[in-house]
């Protein structure tokens, strides 16, 4: 799936969840909409009960909470994948996680399972912002159109 070119070239990101494909400033959180913490895109998912959400990229899981993760691979990058705004204040209700951080994941591999409606019925927006970490917008080729509807594990950004 996603892979790294010789000495670190370009890594494929893909879509950790199944949605149609937004631009990071229609994410309704001005950190994410102007790209404070990174470059990427956004996903507004399915609504449809519980959706799987899968390792972008393979690496090593850094950082995990129920309604976010971070996967770092050996060439120094990050992706986050944030499942909905606010959905901190949620404490983890709603969310399964599925491995433990410091777990080492190949990409496609379940992370986290939740349903972006119970986000919806609790008043908060189900976008998931899917960031590079410590890059440039220039290192990005976006893979879809926006609005393009995804599965888990379509092209999401190729990061080079």
């Known amino acids: 799936m996603a892979a790294a070119g010789p000495n670190g070239g370009t890594v494929g990101v893909l879509a950790p969840l199944p949605g149609r494909a937004l631009p990071l400033a229609e994410v309704p959180d001005p950190v994410f909409a102007d790209a404070i913490v990174g ?12 959706v799987e959400v899968i390792a972008p990229i393979s690496g090593t899981l ?4 129920p309604h ?24 983890g209700d709603g969310f399964t996680v599925h491995v433990h951080e410091g777990a080492q994941v190949t990409a496609g591999q379940l992370v986290t399972t939740w349903s ?12 998931c912002p899917v960031i590079a970490l410590d890059t440039t917008a220039a290192a990005l080729s976006i893979r879809p159109d926006i609005g393009e509807v995804l599965d888990a594990g379509d092209p999401l950004f190729d990061w080079s």
């Open 68 to 91: 976010a993760f971070v996967v770092a691979d050996g060439a120094g990058h990050g992706v986050l994948v944030h499942l909905g705004i606010d959905t901190v204040q949620l404490a």
């Open 39 to 50: 470059p990427g895109i956004a996903i507004d998912p399915h609504r449809e009960g519980e």
């Open 116 to 127: 972006p409606q119970a986000v919806v019925d609790g008043g908060r927006s189900p976008i």
């Open 62 to 65: 850094v950082k995990v909470h």
